[in-house]
């Protein structure tokens, strides 16, 4: 998918702000975008696969200790990404959204949808998403998780 948001920001010259030109600010996206995968993506990941899907798929419940260990594996990622990605800024690349807030926050939905809110506890990373939201438009971003928000339902 990082193959493909990056092959798209060029073939369609869309605004700087998404990859920046500037090279310290596209070393923050491509930072993130590479140190996601093993951190935000995998233990977000694992939390929804171990609440949802494999309960959905065996008809079992995962165990209370398993599902709170993948929990806390999340919780470390989530503190990294505050500190080292966030810290004081609106967004990870800097005072506007790129594509690392995008692959962030899609990554962040999957436990939100498995009923994890992530944000509650986190008045920075809740922010963070607000401004997201808003930079990509609040009903878009509805519409681009009506179907994983209710994953629950089936």
Not at 5 to 32: G, I, N
Not at 115 to 137: H, M, N
Request: net charge negative.
């Amino acid at each position: 998918s990082i193959a493909i948001l990056l092959y798209l920001v060029h073939k369609f010259k869309t605004p700087d702000h998404w990859y920046p030109s500037d090279l310290q600010k596209r070393a923050r996206v491509d930072e993130y975008l590479s140190w996601q995968h093993a951190n935000i993506r995998a233990k977000g990941s694992k939390l929804f696969l171990s609440k949802v899907l494999l309960p959905l798929l065996t008809g079992q419940p995962l165990p209370p200790e398993k599902l709170e260990f993948a929990t806390e594996e999340l919780n470390v990622a989530l503190k990294q990404f505050e500190e080292k990605f966030l810290q004081d800024k609106p967004f990870i690349a800097g005072s506007e959204i790129s594509l690392a807030d995008i692959v962030a926050l899609v990554e962040l939905m999957q436990p939100v949808c498995a009923g994890y809110d992530l944000f509650e506890e986190r008045p920075k990373l809740r922010e963070w998403r607000r401004r997201v939201e808003e930079a990509v438009g609040k009903q878009l971003f509805q519409e681009a998780h009506e179907e994983i928000m209710n994953i629950k339902n089936l």
